[in-house]
């Protein structure tokens, strides 16, 4: 129960609640522990909490039977499995694997609401997150329509740069096992093309490979490939 309150006092929007009120909100949480096979959520099955992942990476899929898939968004220690539907109790529209093995937290709706209509400065604080989640999708939309692939997958290493990386001397490490189609899927793009604008980014010595993992030598130098 400790570590349960420790990891939710120190994620927003829970950051905002009184000790109190996130030792209630901790007697709801549940643990989850997944392997790589495993499936957090399936499209279509029934919608009845929210997760927060404490260790490892999630991958939010979308599927459209015989055109492909994209990745809506990969999430990371600290933050929410977000989709639309919030506080609905439908099914999911998305399907949610692990990156790697995955630690979470569950909580159930019913509790969340419980909080968002009894702390002002909780539903407030929600609203920003909600606020945040918009403007990421308007963004990557803006992305997928504007920019060429190689700035749309320069674009998404930094993103998983800043959510799972670890500095060393190298560099950035991202700090879990992201496969070229998990790029692929996330930037639209065709994994041999995703394969090619990995391999003109080590070229520009952009980026690196170590072992199975990918290092980012100078976050500056590969942000302005981002934007320009």
């Known amino acids: 129960m400790k570590e349960i309150i420790e990891q939710l006092g120190k994620t927003f929007p829970f950051s905002v609640l009184t000790k109190k009120e996130l030792e209630q909100l901790a007697e709801d949480a549940s643990a989850i522990a997944l392997a790589q096979d495993e499936s957090l959520f ?28 994209l990745i809506l ?13 919030l506080f609905e109790n439908t099914a999911h529209s998305s399907e949610a694997r692990p990156i790697g093995a995955v630690k979470l937290l569950k909580i159930g709706h019913k509790a969340m609401r419980k909080f968002l209509e009894s702390n002002a400065n909780f539903t407030s604080s929600w609203f920003q997150l909600a ?3 918009l403007n990421c ?10 920019m060429d692939v190689e700035r749309r997958l320069a674009g ?16 950035t490490m991202i700090n879990l096992k992201v496969t070229h189609q998990d790029l692929s899927e996330y930037v639209a793009a065709s994994r041999e093309t995703v394969s090619l604008a990995l391999g003109d980014l080590r070229r520009k010595k952009l980026l690196q490979a170590k072992m199975r993992w990918l290092v980012i030598p100078d976050l500056k130098a590969l942000r302005k490939r981002a934007e320009n």
């Open 42 to 69: 399936q499209a279509h099955s029934p919608s009845d909490g929210f997760y927060l992942v404490v260790s490892g990476g999630i991958k939010l899929i979308r599927n459209n039977p015989g055109q492909g898939r």
């Open 131 to 133: 606020s945040a989640r």
């Open 156 to 171: 998404a290493l930094l993103l998983l740069g800043k959510k799972f990386g670890k500095k060393d001397d190298k560099g």
């Open 73 to 85: 968004e990969f999430f990371g220690p600290g933050e929410l499995v977000l989709e639309e539907g």
């Open 137 to 146: 999708y308007r963004e990557r939309l803006e992305s997928l329509v504007f």
